[in-house]
Every structure is written in C-alpha cells, then in structure tokens.
C-alpha cells in the first residue's frame, strides 16, 4: 500500500496507521485522529477545544486492548472536519467551496444544515471557516487522505477475506450526550450499535455486541440513534462474509468534553471495552 504523508507542525507525518493481522477482525478508527494538518487553515478564532469538538477523542485508546489482540487495524491520523472519511464523496456543501458551481464532481450533500458534509463547515454552532475553500485543495484533500484511507480498507479487507473466507468490521466511534438542538436536543443511548438497520452484517453479531455492552451495565441501543455512515454502506456485504458494525459510545462515559480532557470514569470505559473486544474476538474465532 502506498504511504501518504502530510505536513503538521513543520513535521512530516502519516496520513494512516495500518496494521495487518492474521485474523479475520478488523477495527477502523475514522474519527480519532489528532494531527490537524498545517494547510487547514481554520478560523484563527477558534480555540483547539473548539475545532476538536467534533472528533472522537481517544476511542483508539478505549480499544487499546486490540494491540494484544490478533486484529488489523485502520486509523486515521487527520481530523475529520478537515475531511470526513465516513461520508461519501459527493457528500459537499458546495456553498463551501469558492466557484462551487463547476465543481467537477457529483453534489450529493447530506448534513450540510447541521455542517457535517464531506469537509465540514461546523463545529458544533460555531462556523470552521472565515473564508471558502478552493477547488484545488477540496480536490486535495480528496485525493491524498479520503481515498487513500479507502483504498487501504478496501486492500485490507480484501486480504482478509482471502485468507480467512470473511471480514469482520468494528467502526469505532462515540458521540455527544445529547443531540443538537437543531434536531431536538434528546439524549442518546450510552452505546449505539448501527448496522444499517441489520443491512451491513449478520443479525447474530449485532445481538451479541449488544449483549456484551449490556452485561457490562450500559444503556445499549440497536440503530436507535445513528444506522451507520459511509463505512457501512461501503464495507458492509453479509451476502459475500462481508460484516462490519459501527459502534458509537458516548463521550461523557470517559471524557469531559467541552476541555476534551478524560475524565474519572476513563479507565473503567476502558477496561469494559477491552472485555467486550476481547469476547466478541473469542466468539468470532468460535463462529468462524
């Protein structure tokens, strides 16, 4: 696979972290990069809690426990309000992009009222940009960080699928304890486990995520609150021993997240999501 690399800090550094295992597991880590790249260009009044805010802070290191384990591993390393890896390409809000109108691509946009298109344009309420992005660096972004990453999965879980006759996906995330006001400000599930309304892996593994989160003592929903995003809908193919399951828990269980510091209740986030990987690895080997 080739490495793509970015500029941070002056510093040269990857825009992925792969690595390859000989298991048919597999976890993903989209949204928990931290390196924001020297060319994003952000509105300077934003502070970095600010810009952070969208990001799933440390849910890599809530699953540390898969560096013991026999898993691949995807993550990227870049922040997805510069480019968001689980929307679809033509996910753009072409308000956004200075002579949007001639963009070359297909405009698809999704959540551009609440700013979480393809490039996002929100943070929270708070604008990310004082200014419009050019063609040139939307095509950027594109082409040396969303597609790389994809390219790698798609490499990855083929390999996979090849030596072991299916792929199991974990899409690691978490979420905000309540929704946006914009869409109604409820709280959500402690953990949410979205398989595209059962559409993106076998009904048994969904169950038995749910079983092990709930046996550890927490609210668990089945695609109560999200269905899945693009990683779904691209990875997910039961019909082929294709499954993949996103898997958002909510950002108060370990971190405060208006200083996006961790909070007391880190380590025991961490210690049952070690135990739920670690049996839900055991009764994959079993099912396999």
């Known amino acids: 696979m080739t490495k793509f690399q970015f500029l941070t800090q ?43 805010f969208p990001a799933d802070k440390y849910v890599d290191e809530l699953f540390g426990k898969v560096k013991t384990l026999d898993a691949s591993t995807l ?22 992009i200075e002579g949007g109108g001639d963009w070359y691509g297909r405009l698809l946009p999704g959540s551009a009222d609440v700013g979480a298109t393809l490039f996002w344009s929100k943070s929270g309420e708070l604008p990310i940009y004082d200014r419009k992005l050019t063609k040139r660096e939307a095509k ?4 040396k960080f969303f597609i790389p990453y994809h390219q790698s ?49 076998s009904s048994d593994l969904e169950e038995k995520m749910a079983e092990l989160f709930v ?33 958002e828990i909510r950002r108060d269980l370990y971190m405060e997240e208006a200083s996006r510091t961790k909070s007391k209740r880190f380590p025991k986030m961490k210690e049952d999501c070690s135990a739920v990987l670690q049996d839900f690895k055991k009764y994959l080997d079993n099912r396999n």
């Open 10 to 52: 002056g510093k040269k550094k990857d825009v992925l972290e792969l690595k390859f295992a000989n298991s048919p597991l597999i976890l993903s880590f989209p949204h928990s990069g931290n390196m924001y790249p020297d060319d994003f260009n952000y509105n300077p009044a934003l502070t970095f809690e600010q810009i952070d």
């Open 75 to 96: 993550k990227a390393n870049f922040p997805r309000t510069y480019v968001d890896v689980n929307r679809h390409q033509h996910d753009i809000d072409v308000t956004m």
């Open 140 to 143: 950027n972004r594109l082409a």
């Open 153 to 201: 999965m798609t490499e990855l879980v083929e390999a996979v699928r090849k030596e072991h006759g299916s792929a199991y996906i974990i899409d690691c995330h978490s979420m905000t304890r309540f929704d946006s006001k914009l869409r109604g400000g409820k709280e959500r599930p402690e953990i949410d486990i979205g398989t595209r309304r059962g559409e993106s892996c």
């Open 215 to 247: 046996a550890c003592g927490y609210d668990v929903g089945i695609n109560r609150r999200y269905v899945g995003g693009e990683m779904t809908l691209r990875y997910g193919w039961p019909e082929i021993g294709q499954h993949i399951l996103q898997v």
